[in-house]
């Protein structure tokens, strides 16, 4: 069973009823707390529902980065991003004269009935307009060679794909930013002063980019039968907004010679898909025991080894 929807609704697709049977990346990378966790955060999502500021941003230069793509063209993209959103100013403050929180009662509930008022388009404030544009425009505009390649594949690509994959029994989705017929582009901003090699593996390595990344290759080349390359852009959330092209080839699944070689990220992915599949298959969501090795009478009993550092050190007492 596979199916493949345009233009399906972000709301739908997270939370949609017929799609909430689905497992992404996400939720599959839960595993890696417990299969019992990750049972529990499935079955009650509203718990651990975190929405801020920063998902919010988020969200904003996803949706005009995939105006632009739909579009191709970068002035017909903006109008179409611009025309999805209304400008939205918090309610003040009257004993600080300042305007409420993200957080507070009386930024929630007016932000609320702006959505209310108009429905159909996202609520931002105009700071956050000018921030997404310009970063935006630097992206494609003013990083050189990395601007000219990511134009490359956005000529021929489509944006926020929703796929749905039936395997071994279970059902899987994901939604790419933008795919080619050979390609996987996601969007990543960063709060980082630099772009250098380690700092994006300590980012890759920190969000699990890695496992995700191997999610949407596998789950491609069993929809298309192709070895997908998979890309990261990572731009910079401050001034100068600087951002990089990134290749997951030696993180995740790359095809030379018709020889499928696998990095970190795509044993670690193949190891939650069959803790998945285990689980789902034999109802069997174990705890974090799942982790401890049985020993003598099949006992899970864990036996950590000090750490050096601590072994290290002294407890003296002077008493003279």
């Excluded at 918090?90 to 932000?111: H, L």
């Excluded at 790419?176 to 017929?181: A, I, K």
Aim: aromatic content about 14%; overall charge negative.
């Amino acid at each position: 069973m596979q199916d493949t929807i345009f233009n399906l609704p972000n709301e739908d697709y997270h939370r949609g009823e017929i799609y909430k049977e689905y497992l992404s990346s996400t939720q599959l990378k839960d595993y890696l707390i417990s299969p019992k966790f990750a049972l529990y955060k499935r079955e009650h999502p509203l718990e651990f529902e975190n929405e801020t500021e920063a998902m919010d941003r988020g969200s904003l230069y996803h949706n005009c980065l995939q105006c632009i793509v739909e579009a191709k063209d970068d002035k017909k993209g903006v109008e179409a991003f611009l025309n999805s959103v209304v400008v939205f100013d918090p309610p003040i403050n009257e004993k600080t004269s300042k305007p409420y929180g993200y957080d507070t009662k009386a930024y929630q509930e007016a932000k609320y009935q702006a959505e209310c008022e108009n429905p159909g388009k996202e609520v931002v404030f105009e700071s956050d307009i000018k921030l997404i544009r310009s970063m935006v425009s630097e992206l494609l505009n003013g990083c050189r060679q990395t601007s000219k390649d990511i134009r490359q594949i956005i000529k021929w690509g489509k944006a926020e794909v929703s796929h749905f994959v039936m395997f071994e029994g279970c059902k899987f989705k994901y939604r790419t930013d933008v795919e080619t017929g050979k390609k996987i582009l996601d969007w990543k901003t960063v709060a980082v002063d630099d772009l250098h090699e380690d700092t994006i593996n300590k980012i890759i390595s920190k969000f699990k980019y890695d496992i995700s990344a191997a999610f949407y290759q596998f789950m491609e080349h069993e929809r298309t039968g192709i070895w997908k390359d998979f890309f990261w852009t990572f731009q910079q959330k401050s001034a100068p907004f600087d951002a990089v092209l990134v290749s997951a080839e030696n993180w995740c699944y790359s095809e030379t010679d018709e020889i499928i070689k696998m990095g970190v990220g795509a044993h670690r992915f193949m190891n939650l898909l069959n803790q998945h599949l285990h689980c789902t298959i034999n109802n069997d969501f174990d705890g974090a025991q799942v982790f401890i090795q049985p020993g003598f009478k099949a006992r899970r009993i864990m036996t950590p080894q000090a750490p050096g550092y601590e072994a290290n050190k002294q407890l003296t007492f002077y008493n003279d």
